[in-house]
């Protein structure tokens, strides 16, 4: 079962404009995490908060959480050709879960 | 090794074949993971390991699949009597210390059945 669900599902923009893509999630969460996935190759971890947490930033990445909402997103500042990816949340449900559960992901194309 | 390693890469199978898929995670790391991946989808969780305790499998989808890790390191997936909705990518993923931290995955598994 899916636990998050990203949005939206496909984002194209031009080189050198921000991308925002958003998550929610259903249940209390231990930590979100998001990835990036290139086509046809397994998914890398980019960037995890935790829940106590609101911001994050690594680079040219910024991720917020908002617990009350049950909502996160994720910006790409000054985006690059490299960055067409599809990007996932996953989250960590409660103490002492173990398994991510993905959202369907966000299709993310940077036209040069 | 640097990263989680998965063989074969690629697998075509007739219907009704058994396969079977193996993971190398990343030397020292306790927790690994299978998800599988349609196309288009996100990954969806089908087992975990810690060490060589499956401690969860509540994400296989039938009893033709089975997963190990005898000795708590290399894992493999396998799939009895392969079935055209098992075509999937099978990602391996392994973490130092579970989901505490970033998982680390294999490019992936694309099974092909026919």
């Known amino acids: 079962s899916q636990q998050g669900e990203e949005d939206p599902q496909a984002l194209s923009i031009q080189e050198g404009e921000n991308a925002t893509m958003n998550c929610s999630y259903k249940?209390?969460?231990?930590?979100l995490q998001w990835y990036r996935q290139n086509s046809g190759r397994g998914l890398v971890h980019l960037i995890l908060?935790?829940?106590?947490?609101r911001e994050k930033h690594s680079g040219r990445l910024r991720v917020t959480l908002d617990t009350s909402k049950k909502s996160s997103s994720l910006l790409i500042t000054a985006s690059r050709a490299a960055d067409t990816a599809s990007y996932f949340c996953?989250?960590?449900?409660?103490?002492?879960?173990?398994?991510?559960?993905f959202g369907q992901g966000t299709r993310l194309t940077i036209n040069p | 090794g640097a990263g989680v390693s998965q063989s074969p890469r690629y697998k075509v199978a007739k219907r009704g074949q058994d396969v079977a898929l193996r993971c190398d995670p990343i030397?020292?790391?306790?927790?690994l993971f299978w998800y599988q991946q349609a196309l288009g989808q996100g990954p969806e969780f089908l087992t975990y390991?810690?060490?060589?305790?499956?401690?969860?499998k509540s994400g296989l989808p039938s009893d033709r699949f089975f997963a190990e890790r005898p000795e708590g390191s290399v894992s493999t997936l396998k799939i009895q009597r392969t079935q055209q909705e098992d075509s999937a990518v099978y990602l391996c993923?392994?973490?130092?210390?579970?989901?505490?931290?970033?998982?680390?995955f294999g490019s992936g598994t694309r099974l092909t059945v026919v």
């Open positions: 993923a392994s973490s130092l210390a579970g989901a505490g931290y970033g998982y680390t």
């Open positions: 249940t209390s969460i231990n930590n």
């Open positions: 908060i935790r829940s106590n947490e």
């Open positions: 390991f810690q060490n060589e305790a499956q401690l969860d």
């Open positions: 030397s020292g790391h306790v927790s």
């Open positions: 996953a989250t960590v449900e409660g103490q002492g879960a173990q398994k991510l559960v």
